[in-house]
């Protein structure tokens, strides 16, 4: 099998469900400057609501599809219901207050959201159903399932579906001036309190897709997956340029390559018997032996260091054009 | 300010109250000790938390530099001790020799955190601390191969109690006729300790530093102009505050004999910041009740709502550890939305974020 072209599917396919979480957050912090954390919590209560409407729909015998679509129906209603409550109850009161309020009842309605998740669903791993057969094809010696070809679809035609929305459309000059002066747009007649709901809500439908599309993807769905998924989508959010809606896409593709190939090549860069010098002193290195300083399981480290090494040398990210403000 | 009792013109009565705090919190393990010895063990965790909680609010409070990685120094602190004494490597360092150390290795972590972020502003410095601490743990937890370091996910066990010159805080005594147990041996340590860290805190705060920290927390760039110097300083926060963090590690490792990764996971850090900004984010007195609170509602919780729920519905439906949580969670929202400068304001944060911008929404200009 053909490692890297494996790594470079499994790193796009990854990288797109990032950039739809990332999409979320972005859209967020473009209109009013807020990380919202409980982002993540949302895409697994997306990926956990979607699990039991499925379960519970498979005894019925409806077609594959339609159970699925249901399922999903079901997850952005309830993930746009849980987004539009975060914003309305933890973040608009403090609207205006310095920035490290919202950032820290953001933090908390993270926290209470996962534990009501657990409570509701409990805290095992749960198999997320795989009631689509799932078939696998070959690319010049890759391997790619229909779960991958679906998701990368589905996350492009998402991509399509939201820059038409937020370019083609009124909205989008709405958000633009919401973000820009929310003083001015409100004398403007732009309702700014339903631009940001509205803002929250279509973040929190992505996360929901999202959440979908990662639970079938890993086939599983946990309490906890939204942490570090939000992280990651955060990061890739950075990476592009917060704020910037085609800065998103781009970073959540490149942070899924970055990470996909940093987990597939990092054991054979850091096999310290590969290096001449060093192989002919180590007695682990005898009879072709291994000293892997740094495994595949430090995959999760990827996103921070793109994280960390992004902030530091080019805060505004790849797309991102104000730099002034945010440094 | 009214004060409960004038002590105008009679200052003795001012030691006469500090003689009282004193004898109660030395007789206060003994009653506990009395309930069940877990509850002096739980006490010392509470003062452990009060050590965390006085580290990082000299980061968030002071310096106003939302850290959400603050356990990695925890667990820097912790991994040092329990390397250098424990069988693991052989070493058996004492303990006052360690406890420098490790101090002086988590403010380098400190630092080493501090540098690439000092130019972020405070929502993106909060998310890199984030990935810091993150990035921590998962080193600790696979620096087992190829050269067995950290143990992995095992962690390491059997670390060396506190001892000096044959006296061990392991081991049970007697001594004129009381018995102290090692958890009480423990508490008073860290009673002691805490009263020291609360004595530089205070210090700190009144200090040309401290000042220093105010005024970046305020207004950097102003700050800068009056001739701060805004990097050594801010790296200074975060290097005292992790040193702080590493001598509570230290101690955590010491009492607790083993230590895994598992014990330093983003939740811990979330809720030591949950302590300070409960009790009043640079408000050290307030920091202190945060961090008692947030230590004991929840133990309490866990002795009183787990039998009524065993008794009410014959099954646990609500695990105490969700309650713990879900009241980190909550004390975090409701005290942002109701009372954000905290329980105990302190005078400048609650200036501060009573003035609430004539924009909604607005940017800070």
């Known amino acids: ?327 | 300010m009214q004060r409960l009792i004038d002590v105008r013109g009679r200052p003795w009565l001012v030691w006469v109250g500090l003689a009282l705090v004193g004898l109660a919190l030395a007789l206060l393990p003994f009653a506990l000790a009395q309930v069940g010895t877990t509850w002096v063990r739980i006490t010392n965790y509470a003062l452990l938390y009060v050590l965390l909680a006085l580290g990082l609010n000299i980061v968030v409070g002071f310096a106003g530099l939302l850290d959400l990685g603050y356990i990695a120094f925890y667990a820097v602190g912790a991994y040092v001790y329990a390397l250098l004494a424990s069988p693991h490597f052989g070493l058996h360092l004492p303990f006052w020799i360690i406890l420098p150390i490790g101090a002086a290795i988590a403010a380098l972590f400190g630092v080493l955190l501090g540098a690439p972020t000092l130019k972020l502003r405070g929502d993106y410095l909060a998310i890199v601390t984030l990935g810091f601490g993150e990035i921590i743990r998962i080193f600790l937890n696979n620096l087992s191969r190829p050269v067995n370091i950290t143990n992995g996910p095992q962690g390491i066990s059997r670390i060396d109690p506190f001892s000096l010159d044959g006296f061990s805080f392991g081991t049970y005594e007697t001594f004129l006729g009381v018995q102290f147990s090692a958890p009480i041996k423990y508490y008073y340590l860290l009673v002691l300790v805490a009263l020291v860290v609360i004595a530089i805190s205070v210090r700190l705060q009144d200090s040309r530093i401290g000042r220093a920290w105010e005024a970046i927390r305020e207004d950097e760039i102003a700050a800068r102009s009056m001739g701060i110097n805004t990097r050594n300083m801010k790296l200074l926060a975060f290097a005292m505050g992790a040193s702080f963090g590493g001598v509570a590690g230290g101690m955590f490792s010491a009492i607790q004999g083993f230590i895994s990764p598992e014990s330093f996971i983003l939740v811990e850090s979330i809720m030591v910041v949950s302590m300070v900004v409960l009790g009043g984010m640079g408000n050290i007195a307030g920091v202190v009740l945060g961090a008692l609170l947030l230590s004991f509602v929840p133990e309490i919780l866990r002795w009183t709502v787990e039998p009524a729920q065993r008794a009410l519905f014959g099954r646990l439906i609500v695990e105490p550890e969700v309650i713990r949580m879900l009241l980190f969670g909550l004390a975090l929202v409701l005290i942002m939305l109701f009372r954000p400068a905290g329980l105990v304001p302190s005078a400048v944060r609650r200036r501060e974020l009573a003035e609430r911008s004539a924009v909604p929404g607005g940017r800070a200009p």
């Open chain 1, 1 to 327: 099998m053909d490692t890297l072209l494996q790594q470079i599917i499994n790193g796009l396919t990854a990288g797109s469900v990032y950039a739809i979480v990332a999409l979320g957050y972005t859209m967020v912090y473009g209109i009013i400057q807020l990380i919202n954390f409980a982002h993540g919590e949302v895409v697994m209560i997306g990926a956990m609501v979607a699990f039991t409407v499925i379960n519970l729909l498979v005894p019925f015998g409806l077609p594959a599809l339609a159970v699925v679509l249901i399922g999903t129906g079901c997850a952005i209603a309830v993930c746009m219901l849980v987004g539009y409550s975060v914003e309305r109850f933890a973040y608009r009161p403090l609207r205006g207050a310095p920035r490290l309020a919202p950032l820290i009842t953001a933090i908390g309605m993270s926290i209470i959201l996962q534990h009501l998740a657990m409570l509701i669903w409990s805290r095992n791993v749960l198999a997320f159903p795989q009631i689509i057969e799932s078939r696998t094809y070959f690319i010049g010696g890759a391997a790619i399932t229909t779960v991958q070809i679906a998701i990368l679809a589905i996350c492009v035609a998402l991509m399509a579906g939201l820059a038409l929305l937020v370019y083609r459309t009124p909205l989008r000059t709405a958000m633009r001036a919401t973000a820009q002066n929310p003083q001015v747009a409100g004398l403007m007649g732009v309702d700014i309190n339903r631009v940001i709901a509205v803002t929250f809500i279509l973040g929190a439908a992505l996360g929901a897709i999202a959440g979908v599309l990662f639970g079938s993807y890993y086939g599983l769905a946990q309490y906890t997956m939204g942490s570090i998924l939000g992280l990651k989508a955060f990061s890739a959010a950075v990476l592009g340029g917060i704020g910037n809606i085609p800065g998103a896409m781009l970073g959540g593709v490149l942070l899924g390559l970055v990470e996909a190939l940093g987990a597939g090549y990092i054991g054979d860069f850091t096999d310290l018997c590969r290096y001449g010098w060093l192989s002919g002193a180590m007695d682990a290195c005898r009879d072709g032996g291994h000293f892997i300083l740094f495994g595949s399981n430090y995959q999760d480290v990827f996103a921070f260091i793109v994280l960390i090494l992004v902030l530091v040398f080019r805060p505004s990210g790849l797309l991102g054009e104000r730099v002034g403000d945010r440094a």
